[in-house]
């Protein structure tokens, strides 16, 4: 797996690139029975000039994206995954595939991509984490 690259060194797109590869790296090196089919959604996903372009992030193995860097993320777009059955699933929520099941990750991609806001601008850095106000 690529080493992690000191934040204060990089620019939103190269951060945004380091996550790619980090995904990359981690779902090849997967062995679980829904393995393959989580590496063809990745990079599929990756290929996506709209979903490349933003920054990939995974919660129990649901791929996501944002507008903006880590560690305060602007969450944008659907969720995408892969059911035990190997179906790429996408939908407003995880494990909610509201907007579609379908039997290529190309497909489950084009989904996704048509539920994009329009405009969507380049990556950008993302604000450090605000702590809780006391109350």
Known sequence: ??????????????????????????????????????????????AEPALHALYPFTSHWALRFSTTTGPAMSVVGPVLSVDGDGVFEVGTGIVVPNLGRFASAREAVACAVRELPPDLGPVTLGAPLRPWADG
């Open 1 to 46: 797996m690529p080493d992690s690259p000191n934040p204060a060194e990089l620019s939103a797109t190269q951060l945004a690139e380091h996550a790619w590869q980090r995904l990359r790296a981690e779902a090849a090196a997967l062995e679980l029975p829904w393995a393959a089919a989580y590496r063809q959604l990745i990079e599929a996903a990756h």
